[in-house]
């Protein structure tokens, strides 16, 4: 009788499409994949009730999510609402503590609102918001990966990643971070899977290493 795969839901990071995992490759033999992709949010909707309608897209029972970056922060709130056989996060934070501290800042000064988001067609300024760094000499390349210009859902993603309040971290996850992110500093990152020189976009430029040990990471 043949085992039945193994269903994996990927969900990207903010602005992000699905492309940004063009490149990673699971046994299809042993593996079911899926992708994710990011709605507009409803008027001030809290990151708890977007990860409860996102859950409508899981088919399976005890699927495998993988979130990156803002994706890392979503599936732990989808954990809330499925029963998940396991949790693994990229280029994220597992509570509060691990955001750097002048997202910490901004949270308590509202500074963020004062982001320039009616921008948000400017490509380059739209990587910077999600990939941490300018991207003047790859542009197109970023057009690619970047789907997500609706200036509502920026602002809310923007609010929902600085105001994120998860003070637990859940039991089991596991977090594989890049020692060269400047989104997410490894400096306050606690218990991960630490990348030499990996960078907030290590999804991208990095997957030959995740193509390596992903799929032990998940079965073992």
Not at 34 to 52: D, G, R, V
Not at 86 to 97: A, D, G, H, M, T
Not at 113 to 129: C, D, M, Q, S
Not at 178 to 189: E, Q
Request: hydrophobic fraction near 45%.
């Amino acid at each position: 009788m043949d085992t039945p795969r193994i269903p994996v839901y990927f969900m990207p990071g903010m602005a992000a499409s699905p492309l940004i995992f063009e490149n990673i490759r699971l046994p299809e033999d042993r593996f079911e994949i899926h992708y994710l992709e990011w709605m507009l949010p409803l008027e001030n909707e809290s990151l708890k009730n977007y990860a409860l309608r996102m859950c409508v897209h899981i088919k399976h029972e005890a699927p495998v999510l993988i979130g990156v970056s803002f994706g890392g922060m979503l599936v732990q709130e989808m954990v809330a609402y499925v029963n998940p056989r396991k949790v693994i996060i990229i280029s994220s934070v597992k509570c509060r503590e691990e955001l750097p501290a002048k997202m910490l800042f901004a949270r308590y000064t509202r500074a963020y609102k004062l982001l320039p988001t009616g921008l948000i067609n400017n490509v380059e300024l739209l990587a910077k918001y999600a990939f941490g760094e300018a991207v003047t000499k790859r542009i197109q390349l970023y057009e690619k990966y970047l789907s997500v210009r609706n200036k509502k859902y920026i602002d809310w993603a923007i609010d929902a990643i600085v105001c994120w309040d998860r003070d637990e971290i859940l039991p089991g996850i596991i977090h594989i971070h890049g020692d060269k992110d400047p989104v997410f500093p490894i400096a306050r990152i606690k218990d991960c899977i630490r990348i030499d020189k990996g960078t907030h976009i290590m999804i991208i430029n990095r997957y030959k290493w995740f193509n390596e040990h992903l799929s032990s990471l998940i079965e073992n």
